[in-house]
């Protein structure tokens, strides 16, 4: 019963939030989440990686450690987008991205924190870091079909990340004021990117569900499964295994609709807002029965 327990004030908050936006999003169709998009892009998530990775007391090994399985995860999560998006016919480079850039930071950190406290939340962290910054790079790159140098310059999701692995590096602390400042913008950033979540469900279509159907499976159902195999070959257990599989369950980010949005055709940009809605969807059921085996076995 109490595993019972501990699932629901896990995963309560978080769906209590999109929840809110998704009441939101229907009150108001044309509700505009731009501003959210902004602060997340350039304070939010840079405070996020801060404070997480800090509060959370990993070390520099710890955060190499992670770093390096993240990049196993995501090099396993691509592969599998090419060989579905290649037998589907469909463009492998634009929607590449919704399948090996999960919602780790807005949705897996903070299950990660109620889950396993403020050292899970830093592990969780370690992991979305990578995802964060290939999101400003990568996932524009391929959007766009083209590499340009002054995307990487002009993230602070980058600078943040070299700021912070610094600090780790060095063992220097971080002054409290800091501290105490990049947690109110990290929090804020969470409600309000889980609320824009909810509000995007109400938005964005599904162009193909069949499609999206078989992407999302690629997504939500082998991420995690890909994610044991990491957890087994590396013989990981406790915390860390729980968040690895935590966090490659998580369905595609609403990050890689708002940067195809921007960059890609409309029948690129239908088809990864299909996905990102399916697995946001299908998730709703696979993220508590993932995190029911975390919670179990690890």
């Known amino acids: ?132 910054m290939l999101h400003f790079t990568l996932n524009i790159f391929l959007a766009k079909r083209s590499f340009d140098f002054q995307t990487i310059l002009k993230s602070p999701a980058f600078y943040a990340i070299i700021i912070t692995v610094l600090f780790l590096y060095f063992e220097h602390p971080v002054p409290q004021f800091v501290i105490n400042t990049v947690m109110l913008l990290a929090y804020g950033m969470i409600v309000m990117i889980l609320m824009s979540l909810g509000i995007a469900l109400t938005q964005m279509k599904v162009f193909s569900f069949k499609d999206a159907i078989i992407t999302s499976i690629g997504r939500v159902i082998l991420g995690p499964i890909i994610g044991f195999i990491v957890i087994k070959f590396f013989n990981l257990s406790g915390v860390a295994a729980g968040v690895v599989l935590i966090q490659s369950s998580m369905p595609s980010a609403i990050l890689c609709y708002l940067i195809a949005s921007m960059y890609s055709p409309k029948e690129i940009v239908d088809n990864i807002s299909s996905t990102i809605v399916v697995s946001t969807l299908m998730s709703i059921v696979t993220i508590p029965i993932t995190l029911f085996f975390a919670l179990k076995f690890f």
């Open 1 to 132: 019963m109490d595993i019972y327990l501990k699932l629901f004030e896990v995963l309560f908050p978080v769906f209590f939030i999109v929840g809110i936006g998704f009441f939101l999003g229907k009150k108001n169709p044309t509700i505009d989440t731009s501003f959210i998009t902004t602060y997340s892009g350039n304070f939010g998530t840079p405070a996020l990686i801060i404070f997480a990775l800090t509060a959370g007391g990993v070390s520099f090994d710890v955060f190499s450690q992670f770093f390096i399985y993240a990049i196993i995860l995501l090099t396993s999560f691509g592969i599998v987008g090419l060989i579905f998006l290649s037998v589907m016919k469909k463009d492998y480079i634009r929607e590449l991205p919704t399948f090996f850039l999960p919602n780790t930071g807005n949705m897996g950190i903070p299950i990660c924190l109620f889950a396993y406290g403020e050292f899970g939340m830093g592990i969780a962290a370690a992991i979305s870091s990578l995802v964060v």
